[in-house]
């Protein structure tokens, strides 16, 4: 039997909407799983109007089965949520629906009702409030997994992941942990192996530029290095410290899958050049499958159908890649 999936609807005021009436639309075009939305029917019939969109919509409770998610109409688990307009300013009201909308899908996870989520953009600063970090280090306390959390950007062609994620820079050198490096590249290593039965080759970048520092006891030397050697000791395809600012100029060259990162910019800046909007963030490490698109909430084109929706069917995609 095929498993399903759900789509959060994410943020009311954003593009959300609008590519997911988008993906339904070109849903014939590709291979997916069975899927549904986690949001609100009255907020999703209130935008595809003014979208103009002639999507049909059609409600579902938790006791659903494969037959409720085929045919012509977009099947939604119904979260409460009302708003006036269709569009209005992000809010506490639209955070609140939000998290509601996580807690169903986290919790039809958890009863393997379904095999994982999409979850379309949110605004993490207004969502958490300084409480979290963003949507990997919220979903890791959700399930108990915190510190086994992994940020994945994902492209077939080379994937991307930073040892810190959501934090300012000047964090960075002291947030950095031999131990981190060793169990996110596991992580990911695993997570290849079980997924496109491979074993990846990962780039692991320094943290200086061209990987020097005048200090005697630079990150490369103290950290990066050391976590090297133990995952060439554990048979983990590594190189590295590899310089930072050559490093996607030369993975072709050495056939590298992954590069790590040893911070968000760092890696997340020139791979968004290089695919744009295809490409999308796995969270690793959690009981479940979570991805999202790789894009923010679009709030200066939002009502205006300039969203593109590929990224999230490359998100729906990946899910034929699971059992």
Known sequence: MKKSF?????????ISSEIIFKTWKLRNEFTHKPMFIIGSIELLNLQK??????????????????NDLSGDELPVYDVKYKQKYPFEKISTNSSQYILKCFDVGIRLAKEKKIIGFINCPVSKEHLFKKKYQGITEFLSKKTGKI???????????????????????????RKIKKNDIIKKVKIINNFYNKVFNKKPSFAILGLNPHNFSTSKKSEEKEIIIKAIKKLTRAKVKVTGPVPPDSSFMIFHKYKFDIIIGMYHDQVLTPFKALYNFEAINITLGLPFLRISPDHGVGTNIVGEKKANPISLIESIKFFNLTN
């Open 6 to 14: 759900a789509i959060i609807a994410g943020e009311p005021n954003s």
């Open 49 to 66: 109007k003014s979208l103009k969109y002639s999507i049909k919509i059609k409600k579902i409770d938790s006791n659903f089965n494969l």
């Open 147 to 173: 510190g086994d959390e992994v940020m994945l950007i994902y492209n077939k062609k080379l994937s991307v992941s930073p040892i810190t994620t959501h934090i300012p820079l000047k964090h960075v050198s």
